[in-house]
């Protein structure tokens, strides 16, 4: 397709997607004549409809490596270039806040919803990538879990992480949460960020920011990242920036990583939270047995029935749920169980923190404290509370948030290790002789006889995600302080008295 074409196709698309108004498409497209290095463009007569942005992209990227446009033609290139790309057609960072303001005056539930569809038609979010996740449900005792095996995030090439290595290094974003970003061209070591627009937000006083994840691990997920590169710490102010966010926005959960290694989320050194319009496995848990907190008899206070050790808190009265969430994470950093393993500190280093989630149903606020510790052992050197080795062919980061709220976020080698292991097991092979399924052997043994002999291309797929949502369950039952036995229950009790001494 001629270039001119592709030029106008995008240009379609912004004006379909309201990106750009009439008045703007000249300004626009001559925008991307520079990227593209064109001194001229002839609009072509071809009237476009419902222009497909993927494909379209493809056109202009393919223009680009043929003329030598990309430094090399693979997928961090191409990203980093079509990013570029689509910032020509992306509004300002101010009629973008504008806009999202507007809306929330009306119902905060419009402005989500535009942002969210903003995001993804800009290309930030690239929706097309994201439908192309692998996700399914397992039913397991504690309810169906989530399971995802992410494709969007894309790999690096070899090319890539050898150029990665050679550049200088920058501290500039500080990181990948820093408002920074807005902007940013990026490089082959950080994502170009040009296409996004981050909405200011007031928690408490506090300068926070909204933004979506471009990965999107489910509906409208989302980050509100602090306007200071600060570390992340658990404390009375991240639960009142929780229960603000959700005051302004009672359609959406928000939840904090723990701020500890090990049990904590892959970025500490950025104050951040996540969340978003959707309803995880955790939030339909059933109640193991309740509890009554001193000072605080009108809050309901419950154990969930779940492979973490969860106490969920409710009421209509945020306040209430701020200062008895906050009385029971000071407890938590102190208490030592030695009858089940759980120790606050050794040598002066601390284990004990919490990973907090706040969501709304109804008229009432529910807080879940999930009791997380991260001590490590000479038979579990990567933490006690750490997804054992058994299953590491399966998942061996560590369990943060989304995990915690039971949707599993898998890593993308699996796809081909499952392609594999459903070759060899219709042709009757063993896993072991496959350098890239072997570590799945042992595990694929285990169970194996309780399945029929004779399996279908079907009946092996459908094994095979059973197994992997019973192996996520394993895992983040690893993740609980107090198991889901007598001995566990009693062990919550004793927490309990201890917080109401």
């Known amino acids: 397709m001629n270039i001119n074409e592709s030029i106008k196709k995008l240009a379609t698309y912004a004006l379909e997607k309201g990106l750009i108004s009439p008045e703007e498409v000249c300004y626009s497209v001559n925008l991307l004549l520079d990227v593209l290095n064109l001194d001229e463009y002839v609009e072509p007569e071809t009237e476009y409809r419902n222009v497909e942005l993927e494909s379209t992209l493809k056109e202009i990227l393919d223009y680009a490596a043929e003329n030598h446009l990309l430094e090399n033609d693979s997928v961090v290139y191409r990203d980093l270039f079509d990013t570029k790309v689509m910032n020509c057609f992306t509004p300002r960072p101010q009629s973008v806040i504008d806009r999202f303001y507007a809306l929330t005056k009306e119902d905060p539930v419009k402005a989500t919803t535009w942002y969210y569809a903003f995001s993804k038609d800009t290309d930030y979010v690239r929706a097309y990538r994201i439908k192309k996740d692998l996700r399914w449900k397992s039913a397991t005792p504690y309810g169906e879990l989530d399971i995802t095996i992410n494709l969007s995030k894309p790999e690096k090439d070899p090319k890539a992480i050898a150029a990665a290595k050679l550049l200088k290094q920058s501290s500039y974003p500080k990181c990948m949460l820093c408002r920074e970003n807005e902007g940013y061209r990026g490089r082959v070591n950080h994502p170009a960020r040009e296409t996004i627009r981050i909405i200011p937000l007031d928690l408490c006083g506090d300068h926070f920011y909204l933004q979506y994840s471009p990965y999107s691990y489910y509906n409208e997920h989302c980050i509100v990242f602090n306007r200071e590169h600060i570390p992340m710490v658990i404390n009375e102010a991240a639960i009142r920036h929780l229960f603000a966010f959700v005051s302004q926005f009672p359609h959406y959960m928000l939840g904090s990583n723990a701020d500890l290694p090990i049990v904590g989320g892959s970025i500490l050194t950025h104050d951040h939270y996540q969340g978003g319009n959707y309803t995880f496995p955790m939030f339909l848990a059933k109640t193991v047995q309740e509890f009554t907190f001193r000072g605080f008899e009108d809050v309901r206070a419950s154990h969930l029935y779940w492979p973490l050790s969860v106490i969920r808190l409710e009421s209509e009265d945020s306040e209430k749920l701020i200062q008895l969430s906050c009385k029971i994470i000071a407890s938590w950093r102190k208490y030592t169980d030695e009858k089940c393993e759980i120790f606050a500190e050794t040598e002066n280093t601390p284990h004990n923190t919490v990973t907090p989630i706040v969501h709304r149903d109804g008229d009432k606020f529910v807080i879940d404290l999930a009791l997380r510790n991260n001590i490590t052992t000479k038979e579990h050197p990567l933490g ?18 989304i995990e915690v709220m039971g949707l599993a976020v898998l890593p993308s080698r699996l796809k081909g290790e499952m392609e594999k292991m459903k070759e060899h097991i219709l042709r009757g092979e063993d896993l072991s002789g496959d350098e890239q399924t072997e570590k799945h052997a ?20 459908r094994m095979l995600e059973s197994e992997i949502g019973k192996t996520f369950m394993k895992v983040l039952e690893c993740a609980g302080v107090y198991k889901q036995d007598e001995r566990g229950r009693e062990g919550i009790r004793r927490f309990v008295d201890f917080v109401n001494e």
């Not at 750490?386 to 590491?392: K, S």
């Open 384 to 401: 006690l509370y750490h997804p054992h080795e058994e299953y590491w062919n399966i998942k061996k980061e560590n369990i943060g948030l």
């Open 442 to 461: 042992a595990w694929y043994a285990s169970f194996r006889k309780d399945y029929p002999s004779e399996l279908d291309a079907s009946g092996v797929e």
